[in-house]
C-alpha cells in the first residue's frame, strides 16, 4: 500500500500510522519485556497515582499499570488480527465460490449467515464459549465465527458484480479454468473493497475483545487484557481513576490510531 | 449575432479552450466537430453559462447582440444569463435519460420554462405546451404530457427535451450531441427535426458532435476543434471536401463511408462527388480468399447450401431462437457455459418458464476467412445473438454448431473488457496458459508462451514498452488492440466482434479497422461483426444481415444490401447514415 504513495501522505495516513505505530510497538515490546513483571504485586505500592516510577501509576494489588497496558495490548491486537485472519480467509473462500456460482449452496450459506447475524454478537460468543469452555484459542474460535458472516456478505457481492464482467466473460471464453477465475482474475479486483472491511473488521475485533474480557469471558487473570483491566478498574473509580483511564485510553488510542490508518489509506488510494 | 473572441477556457492550470473564435449569424447551424476532449462541449457550455465552477475564462470574451455575456477577469453574471437562457438561448444535451427528472410527469417540466418566462394562464400554458409537442412530432402529445421520462422511449424524451428547448422561441439553440444516444432511424428524425426547427423558426443553432456524417447533412458551417482549438472552420463544402488542415483530412478520411467505396467492390457511384474522391483516399486493396467467394455465394438462406462446394463453414446456426428469462437467473456462468447448443432437454421444455423470445429462428453460416455483419438498432437482439452463440445464455432452441477451437470476442468498452489489475503481457500469456491446462498437448515453455505473446503485441501495432503496463496506463484504442490481441492469440478461426469501435474516436476506430481487416487477412479469421453503424459494416464485411425485433429480415453480399436494399427497413438505416 505504502508503495503506492509517490505521492505525499495524507495527514489521516500520518495521524493513523504514527499512533498505531506507537501502538504496535507497546505490543510487541510487552511480549518480551516489560519494566515490571506484570504479576508482581507490592504491598507498599497499591494505588500509587502516575509517578516517574509508574508512569500509568499502580493498581489494587500494587503491579505496574504500565506494564500491564502493554502486555494488554499485545493479547488484544494478537486476537483481534488472528480473528480477523481467520473469517477473512473463510469470508474470502465461502463468499467467493457462493457469489460466483450461486444455486443451493449460496442460499444455504447466506441462509446461515442471516440466521447468525439474527442474534446480538456478544450473544453468540457467549454461547460458542459456554460450549467451548473459556481460554485464547476459544475466544479467537467464538469470534472469528460471528465475524465471518460479513466478510461472507462483502465478498460474495463483490464476485457476483465481477462474475458478469467483461473481462471474466472473456476469460471463460478463453477456457479458463473455474478455479483460476475465482483466486486469480476476480479475487484481485476486490481487494481494495475488501481492504476496508478488513479495517472495520479489526476495529471491531479490538473493541469485542476487550467486552468480552471486561464482561469477563475472555482472557483469564492473572492474564492482563485491556477488558479485564477496565473491569478491575471499576470498584476504584472514585479513589484511584487513573487505573480505569489507562486501559480505557489505550483502547480509544488504539482503534482511533486504526480507524485514521484506514481512512489515510482509502484517501490515499482514491 | 453570436460572437465568441478569442475564448480561453481553463480548469485548474491545464486549458481545455484555447483561443477560440466562432461566429453565429441569425438562422445558421454552425458545427463544431472534433474527437473527445477537443473541447467542444466545454466551449458550448461556457457560451450557455453552464460550466462548472471549477472552470475559469483565462482570455477573451462572448457577445451575444453585441452584450458582453462573459469576459475573462470579470465575475460570471449568473443574472445577466438568467435573462438570457431559455429565452434568448436554450440548450439540448446528450443524455435524454438523465436531463429529465425522472420524478416530474414531461408536461410539467415544459412547462415550468413557461411558468419562469411568461405571464401566461394555466390553460394558455397547457395548450402551448401540446402545441409545441405535436410540433416536434410528438403525435400523442396529451399522453406524453402526463408521462413520467421513464414511460417515454429515448427518441421521445429528446423530442420533450427539444420542445423544452424550443417552446418560447429563443434565438440560439446549442445542441450537444443531440443523437448520439440514440438509434440510427430515431437519430435521422431528430435530425429532420431538428432542421425544419431552423427553417420554420429561423434560430441560430450551435451543433456539437463527433459524427462528420452528421455535421455534413444538417449544418451551414462548420468548426473542426482539436485539442482545444479551432484548427479549422468554414462552410460544410470547403471543410468538407478541400480540407486544408492536415487534422481535418485525417479526420474526414477516418470517417468510415459507403461513398468512398470498397476496395474491389467497384461501385461507381452518381452521387459521389468528384472532390471525395481527389481527397488522396488510398485504400488497402483486400484480397478475397477463394473460400470468401465461395461462401458468399451461399447467402441464400439454407436452401443453396447444398450448391456451394466450398469448405465447411465454421459456424451454422440453425433455427435458432433465444429466449431471455426474467427475474432472477441464478444460474452460474459456468453452468451457462456447458449448455452450448443442445436442445432444451423435455424437462426444460415443461417445467422451465420459457420466458420472453428475443431472438426468432435465426438461420445462418459464416465460412473461413469470412466476415458476416450483424445490424440492428438497439434492443433488437444482436447481442442475444451472440450469446446464445457463444453458449453464455442457454436458453435457446434450435442448433449452433461450431466448427472452430474456441470462438472469442471482442466487447465494445475496452475499459471494461482487460482485467485492471493484470499487467498487458500476463493478459496476453493468459489464452495460452488457459489452453495448455486444457489441452496438454498444447502446452507451452513460459519462454515460448512469452515470446508467443510479444509476437502478437507487435502484430497488433504495440511495442514493448506496453508489456509490463496495465490497462489503466492505456488509451481506449490501445486497450481495444490488447483486446483483440488477447482474442487472437490461441488462432481461434472464427471471432465475434460485438460493436468493437463504437467506444472509440473517428481517427482510432479507422486504426482498429484497418488492424482488423490487416490480422483478418493474416490469419484467415471469420468474424461476425456486429454494430449498428451502418459504414463500419460496409468497410469491414463481406456479407451482411440485417436485423430488426429479433428477426433477421435481410440478408446478402455487402454490396448488394447497399445497393440494392429489398426492406423498407434496411432503406432506412441507409438512408441515415
New interface residues.
Given amino acids: 500500500m505504502k508503495k503506492r504513495s509517490g505521492k505525499k501522505w495524507n495527514k489521516y495516513l500520518y495521524a493513523g500510522v504514527v499512533m498505531t505505530g506507537i501502538a504496535v510497538l507497546l505490543g510487541v515490546v510487552g511480549f518480551f519485556w516489560t519494566p515490571y513483571s506484570t504479576t508482581a504485586m507490592s504491598a507498599t505500592e497499591k494505588f500509587s497515582p502516575p509517578s516517574l516510577r509508574h508512569i500509568f501509576g499502580t493498581d489494587n494489588f500494587g503491579r505496574d499499570i504500565f506494564s500491564r497496558v502493554m502486555q494488554g495490548l499485545g493479547t488484544t491486537m494478537v486476537i483481534s488480527s488472528l480473528v480477523v485472519l481467520f473469517s477473512s480467509i473463510a469470508g474470502i473462500l465461502l463468499g467467493a465460490v457462493t457469489g ?4 443451493i449452496l ?1 442460499e444455504a450459506v447466506m441462509r446461515i449467515t442471516d440466521a447468525l447475524n439474527g442474534f446480538p454478537s456478544i450473544l453468540l460468543t457467549l454461547v460458542v464459549i459456554s460450549l467451548l469452555g473459556s481460554g485464547r484459542q476459544n475466544v479467537i474460535i467464538a469470534m472469528s465465527l460471528v465475524f465471518t458472516p460479513s466478510f461472507i456478505r462483502i465478498v460474495r457481492g463483490e464476485f457476483i458484480r465481477l ?16 478455479f ?1 477465475i475465482l483466486f486469480i ?1 476476480i479475487l ?2 476486490i481487494f481494495s473493497v475488501f481492504w476496508v472491511s478488513v479495517m472495520i473488521g479489526f476495529n471491531n475485533a479490538i473493541l469485542a475483545e476487550s467486552g468480552m474480557s471486561y464482561l469477563g469471558i475472555g482472557v483469564q487473570p492473572p492474564d492482563a487484557s485491556l477488558g479485564n483491566m477496565l473491569s478491575d478498574a471499576q470498584g476504584y473509580l472514585q479513589s484511584a481513576p487513573w487505573c480505569a483511564l489507562a486501559p480505557g485510553f489505550t483502547i480509544v488510542w488504539l482503534v482511533l490510531g486504526f480507524s485514521l490508518f484506514s481512512e489515510g489509506i482509502r484517501r490515499q488510494g482514491a | 449575432m453570436i460572437r465568441i473572441e478569442d475564448l480561453s477556457v481553463a480548469f485548474g492550470g491545464t486549458e481545455v479552450v484555447k483561443h477560440v473564435n466562432l461566429e453565429l449569424r441569425d438562422g445558421e447551424i454552425l458545427g463544431v466537430v472534433g474527437e473527445s476532449g477537443s473541447g467542444k462541449s466545454v466551449t458550448a457550455l461556457t457560451l450557455m453559462g453552464l460550466v462548472s465552477e471549477a472552470a475559469r475564462v483565462t482570455r477573451g470574451r462572448i457577445l451575444f447582440d453585441n452584450v458582453v455575456l462573459r469576459e475573462a477577469g470579470a465575475p460570471f453574471d449568473s443574472a445577466l444569463y438568467r435573462k438570457y437562457r431559455g429565452v434568448e438561448m436554450s440548450m439540448v444535451f446528450q443524455e435524454p435519460q438523465t436531463s429529465l427528472n425522472p420524478t416530474q410527469k414531461a408536461g410539467r417540466q415544459v412547462e415550468e420554462v413557461l411558468r419562469l418566462h411568461t405571464k401566461l394562464t394555466k390553460e394558455e400554458i397547457r395548450s402551448k405546451v401540446l402545441e409545441t409537442f405535436r410540433a416536434v412530432g410528438l403525435q400523442e402529445a396529451e399522453r406524453v404530457y402526463g408521462s413520467y421520462p421513464h414511460q417515454l422511449s429515448g427518441g421521445m424524451r429528446q423530442r420533450v427535451m427539444i420542445a423544452m428547448a424550443v417552446i418560447l422561441h429563443p434565438r440560439l439553440i446549442v445542441a450537444d450531441e443531440p443523437t448520439t444516444a440514440l438509434d440510427v432511424t430515431i437519430q435521422n428524425q431528430i435530425v429532420e427535426l431538428l432542421r425544419r426547427i431552423n427553417r420554420e423558426q429561423k434560430n441560430a443553432m450551435l451543433f456539437i458532435t463527433h459524427d462528420l456524417h452528421l455535421a455534413r447533412r444538417l449544418c451551414h458551417r462548420v468548426a473542426v476543434m482539436k485539442d482545444g482549438c479551432v484548427v479549422e472552420a468554414g462552410t460544410v463544402e470547403e471543410v468538407f471536401d478541400h480540407p486544408s488542415q492536415a487534422y481535418t483530412r485525417r479526420l474526414v478520411e477516418a470517417v468510415p463511408s459507403r461513398m468512398k467505396g470498397k476496395a474491389g467492390a467497384g461501385r461507381k457511384s452518381g452521387e459521389l462527388s468528384a472532390a471525395e474522391t481527389g481527397n488522396g483516399i488510398t485504400e488497402v486493396p483486400r484480397e478475397v480468399p477463394q473460400e470468401r467467394a465461395a461462401g458468399s455465394k451461399t447467402s441464400e438462406i439454407q436452401g443453396s447450401l447444398a450448391g456451394s462446394g466450398g469448405s465447411a463453414p465454421v459456424l451454422r446456426v440453425q433455427n435458432l431462437s433465444v429466449y431471455y428469462q426474467d427475474g432472477k437467473d441464478n444460474q452460474s456462468p459456468e453452468q451457462a457455459e456447458g449448455g452450448t447448443g443442445k436442445k432444451r432437454s423435455l424437462w426444460d421444455r415443461i417445467f422451465r418458464k420459457k420466458g420472453q423470445c428475443v431472438v426468432w429462428n435465426a438461420d445462418f453460416e459464416i465460412y473461413p476467412g469470412e466476415s458476416l455483419g450483424l445490424v440492428g438498432e438497439s434492443g433488437c437482439g444482436k447481442t442475444s445473438l451472440s450469446k446464445a452463440i457463444l453458449g453464455i445464455n442457454r436458453h435457446i432452441e434450435g442448433a449452433v454448431v461450431h466448427n472452430s477451437v474456441r470462438p472469442q470476442m471482442v466487447f465494445q468498452d475496452p475499459y471494461s473488457s482487460l482485467n485492471p489489475t493484470k499487467t498487458i503481457g500476463w493478459l496476453l500469456q493468459e489464452p495460452l496458459r488457459a489452453a495448455g491446462a486444457l489441452d496438454h498437448s498444447l502446452a507451452m515453455t513460459r519462454a515460448d508462451r512469452e515470446a508467443a505473446a510479444r509476437n502478437m503485441l507487435r502484430r497488433v501495432g504495440m511495442d514493448e514498452r506496453y508489456w509490463g503496463r496495465r490497462p489503466s496506463e492505456l488509451s481506449g484504442g490501445q486497450r481495444q488492440r490488447v483486446s483483440i490481441a488477447q482474442a487472437l492469440i490461441t488462432n481461434p478461426g472464427f471471432i465475434i466482434a460485438d460493436e468493437p469501435v463504437s467506444a472509440l474516436d473517428v481517427t482510432i476506430q479507422a486504426q482498429i479497422m484497418e488492424l482488423f481487416l490487416k490480422l483478418q487477412e493474416e490469419m484467415h479469421l471469420a468474424c461476425l461483426f456486429i454494430s449498428h453503424d451502418i459504414n463500419v459494416v460496409y468497410r469491414m464485411c463481406d456479407r451482411i444481415m440485417v436485423m430488426k425485433e429479433g428477426h433477421i429480415i435481410e440478408t446478402g453480399k455487402t454490396e448488394e444490401v447497399f445497393g440494392n436494399p429489398k426492406e423498407d427497413y434496411t432503406k432506412l438505416l441507409l438512408w441515415g447514415s
Fill in positions: 460466483y456460482f450461486g444455486g449460496d462474475r458478469d464482467a467483461d473481462y471474466i466473460r472473456r476469460a471463460r471464453m478463453m477456457g479458463v479454468g473455474k483460476r482474475h484481485p479486483n
